[in-house]
Every structure is written in structure tokens, then in C-alpha cells.
């Protein structure tokens, strides 16, 4: 006989684990079920190099996003090991000599850095900093924000619209239009109004352009930057970006240690083949093994395609919700790759002093313009990988001495870009070859690099999709393009968590908020579970409420 739960977790990356432990934490049965042998997904910590078995790494993911306090406070994280080691400067040394560092904490320090390349880029970076907090009291509350059903004249959906309006009532007319140009621009002419040094220009350019099938000049990218740039999720808490203890694991370990206490049973190793609905219903799943579960509430964490089209299929679902999702886009072009050294990169630009010197533990950067970044993407869209590929690199080591017990180092190199059809094929020998080239940029600017290589890990877009179930090795289950954002994410009419089947909910990374680790589509999609247990006897919990009072 099929096994019976209240509530099953169709992946246990992040996200899933944050929705297990919520439904658990409400007195639901919860099972969360992972294809792979560990739970994570993107956020998981691996031992990829046989020959140096303690060296860890966060394979896919690299630093950790904004985290809202609501969950780290209502899953008791911090009691469950999760730690974050605030991460440092952002660092750029140039071809042509000298270097950029640039400090959040420290307006003082930054604003002498970019004086030595422009005075003028000096004073307007602290107005850009202040403009764009400015935005971001307005953008960041949205993050936690069920986006309403735009178009819907449901009595709910339009006090759920009237109610967002009226949060927002005090926005005037230059925000409305500074916010018009921020969705709508590319991060390099929001720039060029801003700035005029291309070394500056370069560093603010990267955020635009993280983990998107787009140069720094396309239209949208300027959204992109402000998504990554956001201090605060709207929990009165301003987030910053660090390195987890442990690796991105060890987030993804505290919120399964979460869910667990609060009773949660996860498997590994049990891939769900097919979510079963009958009457509009979910019913529950079954396993690649032939198992049946049965659960009235089923939440999905996976793509899009891969949660609609391939586990409930077509005929189940409404022909204009298919077609949203056919046409879901979810190109990518990214490549990860990580280094491990026998000892810390020296820069010519910016000699090492110190154990651990300041400006290698934060971002360490191959993005010295806007025109770089953009050359590396019109290769990838002419058909070839980038002949000089941008990369955001990263050495957690340098604060999380947990990783590298030996001593060694982790150069964790997030790059951009590779065709987007190779999500498609292995394409192992050109891969190679991409990360040859781009540790001979760095070389250039800290000879003895590549002597300092003890292994390196290459994990391209095939590898991402096949194995993590990135598809398209996209990093936020779809682009962050501007017909994909808020009420359309991931198909207009079910931006709220809900899907067209009853009981089947949706906390994959293509939902609102999604991308990054932060959990929100976790929370806010066993939120709407647990708040439809109170709409009548078919509500999915409703049995299950009864039974806990």
C-alpha cells in the first residue's frame, strides 16, 4: 500500500528544506524527498578531489544571499549551526597595472580608491549609493511580497492589489520614474549617467550581468544589479553577502538539522518521477523506483518544465498555463570553476600582507570594463565561448578555515560566458580549455597562479542541469528578464505560490524572490499551504488541522 503523508517535498535543495520545515513546524506529516544522495541542491558542500579528500568546496553556489531574519529566527538556524562570515572588498587589479578595491563598510576608504581614478566618479559614487537606497526602500519590502494577480477581478485579487498600492502610497513621480529606468535599462547606460571611468563603471557592472543570458548592455540588467544589490529583504534587517561556515552546505545543513527537529522525515536517492492528480487534485507522487506516496499537499522546488510539463504533464494543466511554461526562459551560459591552491594568489598590483590579506577576502574579480564583460558575452552568443571570460571569484578560505584544514585554498570562480545551448551536451575538452584561458588572465595579474593549482574542478551548463537539475544551468530557474519578474514568475495568475492544480504549490527558484539563497520561496509557498487548511473540508491540511487542534 502507499505510504500516507500530510505534506510531500518534491526536492531537498534550500528551499525545500526551509518548506519542509515550516509544514513540519505547523504539525504536518512531511516527507521531503531528494533525487541526489545529499540534500542542498546548489547549496551543498563537496569533496570533489580524491586526491585531497578534506578539501571542501560549495561547488555550484558560492556566497550566501539575503537570508530574511523571519527564517532564520522562526527555524532556530542559528541554534542549528548556521554562521556567516561577512565577506570583504571588492577587488580588481588591471592588465594596464594598479588596482580597484572597494569597501561597503567603509565610504571613506572607497571614495579614496576611486579618486585615484577619477574625482569626479569619487563624488557621485556616494550619490549612487544614496539613490540607490533610496530604491531599495521601495524595492526590498517587494522581495517579501505575494505578487497579486494583475488582471484578475476576483473580490481578493483586487484588495490584494488595492492593499499593495496603498503600502506604496507615499512613492512620488521621480521614484516611480527611477524605477522605470532601473527595470527597464542596461546596467551599462544606467552607468554611463553616473559615472565616466571605465574601471568604476566595470565594477558596478557585474551585479548586472550574475548568472544572466545578457551583456552588461541589454536592456533589464540594470534590475538584475539591483536584485543582487539589496540590503534588505523587508524585515527591518539590513542582509549582507558572506561565506557560510562550512560552505554553502553548511546553510543547507542547519535548515535540514530545522526541519528535522521539528519532525520532518527526508530520503535521499528518491526521485520523484510523477506528481498523480485526479479531479484537479494532487494525490500525491511516485518515485523513479515504482513507489507510491500519498499526500493532499504536494510542493514542488524544481524547474518549472521539469515540475509541470514532465511530473504532472500537459493534459492535467490549463493550454495557456502550458504554453507560459514552454516559453519559460532559461538560458544561462555560466561555467563554475573551482581552484585549489597550495597558497593565496599574489597580485602584483596589491602585494600580500598578512595572513590573510584584506582585499582577498572578498570578491576578486576578472571584470576590468564594461566592454570586457561585454566582449565575453558576444562570443557566447555568436556560438563560441568567451575568448577572455568575466569571472566573479571568490576565496572563502580566507575566512572559513573550516574548508581548508590542511591549510590550502579554494578559488571559487563564478564565470560567464559559454554558449547556452551546451547545456545540451558535455562539451568536456572545450570547457578545459575555457578555464586554461581564464586562469591565464589571472596569472597575468598574479604570476605563480598556475604553479599554485594543486586541482581544479570544472562544472559546466550540462553538468548543472543533468546533475542538479539547474535546466539550462540557469542559477534561478529562469532569467531575471523584465517579462519574467513579479506577477509573471512564473506564469501570470499563479505568481502566488499556488499552481492550476489544487494542493500542488510551487517554491522553486523561478517564483517571485527566487534566486539566491534566501529561502523566500520556501516560506512563502508552505505559508500558502498552511493558509489554505482553513477554506473548507477539501482544503489539503484540512484532516491534518483537525487532528492537531
Known amino acids: 500500500m502507499a505510504r500516507q503523508y500530510d505534506a510531500v517535498i518534491v526536492g531537498g535543495g534550500h528551499n525545500g528544506l526551509v518548506a519542509g520545515a515550516y509544514l513540519a513546524r505547523a504539525g504536518a506529516r512531511t516527507l521531503i524527498l531528494e533525487a541526489r544522495a545529499t540534500t542542498g541542491g546548489a547549496a551543498t558542500t563537496e569533496a570533489p578531489w580524491p586526491d585531497h579528500p578534506d578539501l571542501r568546496v560549495t561547488r555550484l553556489s558560492y556566497v550566501m544571499s539575503l537570508m530574511p531574519p523571519t527564517i532564520l529566527r522562526d527555524l532556530s538556524l542559528e541554534r542549528h549551526g548556521y554562521k556567516v562570515h561577512p565577506m570583504g572588498p571588492y577587488y580588481q587589479a588591471f592588465p594596464e ?13 572607497s571614495r579614496e580608491e576611486i579618486s585615484r581614478f577619477s574625482l569626479k566618479d569619487a563624488r557621485a559614487y556616494e550619490k549612487w549609493n544614496e539613490w540607490l537606497a533610496g530604491l531599495a526602500d521601495v524595492m526590498a519590502p517587494l522581495l517579501m511580497q505575494v505578487p497579486p494577480d494583475i488582471g484578475s477581478h476576483s473580490p ?3 484588495a490584494d492589489l488595492a492593499r499593495l498600492a496603498w503600502r506604496n502610497r507615499s512613492v512620488d513621480r521621480r521614484t516611480i520614474a527611477d524605477l522605470t529606468r532601473l527595470m527597464t535599462m542596461s546596467i551599462a547606460d544606467l552607468l554611463d549617467d553616473w559615472f565616466e571611468s571605465p574601471q568604476i563603471k566595470g565594477a558596478l557592472a557585474v551585479n548586472g550581468v550574475i548568472g544572466t543570458w545578457a551583456g552588461p548592455r541589454e536592456p533589464g540588467t540594470a534590475y538584475v544589479m539591483a536584485h543582487h544589490s539589496i540590503g534588505d529583504v523587508g524585515d527591518g534587517q539590513l542582509g549582507s553577502w558572506g561565506f557560510p561556515e562550512g560552505g554553502m552546505g553548511g546553510v543547507s545543513a542547519a535548515i535540514r538539522r530545522s526541519a528535522e527537529s521539528f519532525g520532518a522525515e527526508i530520503r535521499t536517492s528518491a526521485r520523484v518521477q510523477q506528481v498523480t492528480v485526479d479531479g484537479g487534485r494532487v494525490t500525491g507522487v511516485v518515485l523513479a523506483s515504482g513507489e507510491e ?5 504536494v510542493v514542488t522546488t524544481l524547474h518549472p518544465r521539469t515540475a509541470f510539463l514532465d511530473q504532472v504533464g500537459e493534459k492535467q494543466l490549463p493550454d495557456d498555463f502550458v504554453t507560459d511554461i514552454e516559453r519559460w526562459k532559461t538560458r544561462s551560459g555560466v561555467v563554475k570553476i573551482n581552484l585549489a591552491l597550495d597558497r593565496l594568489p599574489g597580485f602584483t598590483a ?7 590579506p584584506e582585499h582577498l577576502t572578498g570578491s576578486v574579480e576578472m571584470a576590468p570594463t564594461i566592454d570586457f564583460i561585454e566582449r565575453a558575452f558576444l562570443d557566447a552568443r555568436e556560438g563560441r565561448p568567451a575568448l577572455a571570460p568575466f569571472a566573479d571569484g571568490v576565496i572563502p578560505t580566507t575566512l572559513d578555515k573550516t574548508l581548508n ?10 564565470t560567464q560566458w559559454v554558449p547556452h545551448d551546451w547545456a545540451e551536451e558535455p562539451h568536456t575538452e572545450e570547457l578545459e580549455a575555457y578555464a586554461d584561458r581564464l586562469i591565464d588572465l589571472y596569472e597575468e595579474l598574479a604570476p605563480g597562479l598556475k604553479d599554485s593549482i594543486i586541482a581544479r574542478d570544472v562544472v559546466g551548463p550540462h553538468e548543472m542541469q543533468e546533475e542538479y537539475g539547474l535546466v539550462g544551468g540557469n ?9 519574467q519578474l513579479f506577477h509573471m514568475r512564473p506564469a501570470p495568475g499563479y505568481a ?15 517564483t517571485h524572490a527566487g534566486g539566491g539563497v534566501c529561502g523566500i520561496p520556501g516560506l512563502q509557498a508552505s505559508r500558502a499551504a498552511i493558509r489554505d487548511t482553513g477554506r473548507g473540508a477539501r482544503s489539503p491540511l484540512a484532516r491534518r488541522r483537525s487532528r492537531v487542534g
Open 475 to 483: 542559477i534561478f530557474h529562469g532569467e531575471l528578464s523584465v517579462e
Open 350 to 356: 596589491t602585494p600580500n600582507v598578512g595572513d590573510v
Open 405 to 414: 584544514p590542511d591549510g590550502t585554498h579554494v578559488f571559487s570562480l563564478f
Open 293 to 297: 506516496i500519498t499526500a493532499p499537499v
Open 156 to 158: 481578493g485579487d483586487l
Open 97 to 109: 597595472g594598479g588596482a580597484l578595491t572597494l569597501h561597503e563598510d567603509d565610504p571613506v576608504r
Open 496 to 510: 502566488d505560490y499556488r499552481t492550476p492544480i489544487e494542493g500542488y504549490y510551487n517554491a522553486s527558484s523561478a
